[in-house]
């Protein structure tokens, strides 16, 4: 171990570039479907020793070791976010003969640009560093520091953020209930960076300690969550009986206006197709949900879509589904202003409730103001065709479903922003509700990352979470993360489900991200107390 620390420590130029990149690649194995959190064992311990070789001499002797961590970080992180989010190259596929051209932009381009977060935390990580134990904390500082930024910062992009290696196992996402994602990242670093000091102990003790130590602490965090699970099933909300329905659509040319028969045919029979002999399909439901972007048209404005939906639902039931939707334009506008909404229907074919998305994805569903005129003036423009581009709502507001509980509705990726799905300003909600068309992404680790993710949210509010997507993975889950039902990723069918009923708002619901912060600072502490200490007297 001493041998190899020692090699990767004094690695220098395209070595030390490589193996960052390759130590960042291994790190994307802990994340779903994988779930080898070895993986990043591996990766964040060579990522401490490739920071301790970060200390070349001179007079900038300290401005240097901190660019030299960056250009460490800015490896590591590529290799992650490529390994990681190679899938969104799909995305650019759906079209090829518009979008196949920039499929290096989205496969390359974006890892490099999330890649200078984790070179921050590095260089953040190195500026504290010291000799020992300490600089565990150091790294675990920088680190989760950097990737609450990459979190909230130009609008947001918490994927893959480290914290979920624990965040998708049951026992160990509970602790999310206290210290949300971003305080399990922070656990995260520190107990995957601990066996480094196997390499570079000065004693037994030193060298097996801080090992140890993240033993015990990923077995604390496991018991914990064992026990604050009930033995039984959550009870369920009375009179509510859920029906998703998962068409597994293709993202092709079969989703377009001129196929609008064939697609409500084939949502209006799988809806009502019966589950079991004893099923009498939609008959028994009382809450139909069909996934985001149902609709290669204005459902609020096709009279005979509202007609068919109308006969299918059952006298009382109602249908809860994404559409896109359009207002007429502002004064001194031209264009009309399209939503990505979610919309109840009653049985009478009426629109009783509606929620407008308002975390956009840039890009996806608009081009960023600064880069709009620009790239429309190149004939360029975002994967969702709508004139202009969709239209954020101005704050997130509940869906008011009747015969449900308050809704905190979630469009897509809203679902993975941690601390920021509930309504603003309203009474605490009775559930998660996330629709999304992750067919885009076809039959990758993608969609299995983003279900991952809005299941957290579960945890951290303790809410249940009722999810349609388009091909997958759609599920009832209840506020402590377990699954209740699900339909897999690729398969077309229709999920039966009772509704689980919340429990006591968790801290996390509570505090936000105020004890990610303590943490934080505690790790800032504990590593300046430790270059106190090797200071000669």
């Known amino acids: 171990m001493n041998a190899l620390a020692s090699r990767i420590m004094l690695a220098w130029g395209w070595r030390r570039a490589f193996i960052a990149f390759a130590a960042g690649a291994a790190g994307a194995l802990a994340m779903p479907p994988f779930?080898?959190?070895?993986?990043?064992?591996?990766?964040?311990?060579?990522?401490?020793?490739?920071?301790?070789?970060?200390?070349?001499?001179?007079?900038?002797?300290?401005?240097?070791s901190a660019l030299s961590a960056a250009q460490v970080g800015w490896w590591w992180g590529f290799g992650y976010f490529v390994a990681g989010l190679w899938w969104l190259g799909a995305a650019f596929l759906v079209e090829a003969d518009q979008f196949a051209w920039a499929l290096p932009f989205g496969v390359l381009g974006l890892p490099a640009l999330l890649a200078f977060f984790p070179a921050l935390?590095?260089?953040?990580?190195?500026?504290?560093?010291?000799?020992?134990?300490?600089?565990?904390?150091?790294?675990?500082?920088?680190?989760?520091?950097?990737?609450?930024?990459?979190?909230?910062?130009?609008?947001?992009?918490?994927?893959?953020?480290?914290?979920?290696?624990?965040?998708?196992?049951?026992w160990l996402m509970q602790g999310a209930a206290v210290v949300g994602l971003y305080g399990l990242t922070l656990a995260t670093v520190l107990i995957c960076s601990a066996p480094a000091t196997l390499g570079t102990g000065k004693s037994l003790g030193a060298r097996i300690g801080p090992a140890a130590a993240a033993v015990v602490m990923l077995?604390?965090?496991?018991?914990?969550?064992?026990?604050?699970?009930?033995?039984?099933?959550?009870?369920?909300?009375?009179?509510?009986r859920l029906r998703i329905m998962q068409p597994n659509l293709p993202q092709d040319a079969k989703f377009r206006?001129?196929?609008?028969?064939?697609?409500?045919?084939?949502?209006?029979?799988?809806?009502?197709?019966?589950?079991?002999?004893?099923?009498?399909?939609?008959?028994?439901?009382?809450?139909?949900?069909?996934?985001e972007s149902a609709f290669p048209f204005l459902l609020h404005r096709d009279a005979g879509a509202?007609?068919?939906?109308?006969?299918?639902?059952p006298p009382g039931a109602l249908l809860i589904t994404g559409a896109a939707r359009a207002e007429e334009p502002l004064p001194g506008e031209e264009r009309l202003r399209f939503f990505n909404s979610i919309q109840a229907l009653a049985d009478d074919g009426t629109i009783v409730a509606t929620y407008d998305k308002a975390h956009l994805v840039p890009f996806g569903e608009y081009l960023p103001g600064f880069l709009d005129h620009a790239l429309r003036g190149l004939g360029l423009r975002e994967f969702v065709h709508v004139p202009g581009g969709f239209t954020p709502a101005r704050s997130r507001r509940p869906l008011e479903v009747p015969g449900l509980p308050v809704v905190a509705a979630t469009v897509c990726y809203e679902a993975i922003f941690p601390g920021a799905i509930l309504p603003d300003g309203a009474e605490r909600p009775g559930l998660v509700l996330?629709?999304?068309n992750d067919a885009w992404f076809g039959i990758t680790p993608g969609p299995h990352q983003h279900f991952a993710q809005a299941r957290l949210r579960a945890v951290e509010e303790g809410l249940p979470l009722v999810r349609a997507a388009n091909n997958g993975i759609s599920a009832v889950v209840d506020p402590y993360g377990r699954i209740v039902a699900s339909l897999p990723l690729g398969a077309e069918g229709v999920l039966d489900a009772r509704l689980p009923q919340p429990i006591s708002a968790t801290i996390f619901s509570q505090l936000g991200h105020i004890l990610f912060g303590a943490l934080l600072l505690m790790c800032a502490a504990a590593t300046l107390a430790a270059r106190q200490l090797r200071r000669p007297l």
Not at 39 to 63: E, I, K, N, Q
Not at 219 to 240: E, F, K, N, Q
Not at 257 to 281: C, F, H, K, V, W
Request: proline share 6%.
């Open 306 to 313: 509202l007609a068919q939906i109308a006969a299918l639902l």
């Open 219 to 240: 077995a604390t965090l496991a018991v914990l969550g064992a026990l604050r699970l009930p033995s039984g099933p959550t009870p369920l909300v009375d009179g509510v």
């Open 121 to 170: 935390g590095f260089a953040i990580a190195r500026a504290l560093w010291t000799p020992g134990a300490g600089r565990l904390f150091a790294f675990a500082f920088g680190l989760s520091l950097s990737e609450w930024l990459r979190g909230m910062l130009f609008t947001g992009f918490p994927w893959n953020t480290l914290g979920m290696a624990l965040g998708q196992n049951l």
């Open 434 to 436: 996330n629709v999304t």
């Open 35 to 64: 779930g080898f959190l070895l993986g990043l064992v591996a990766s964040l311990t060579m990522a401490v020793w490739l920071l301790d070789g970060a200390v070349p001499g001179g007079r900038l002797a300290a401005w240097a």
């Open 257 to 291: 206006p001129e196929n609008r028969d064939e697609i409500m045919r084939r949502y209006l029979s799988l809806s009502d197709r019966a589950t079991s002999p004893q099923s009498s399909g939609i008959a028994d439901v009382t809450h139909l949900v069909w996934p």
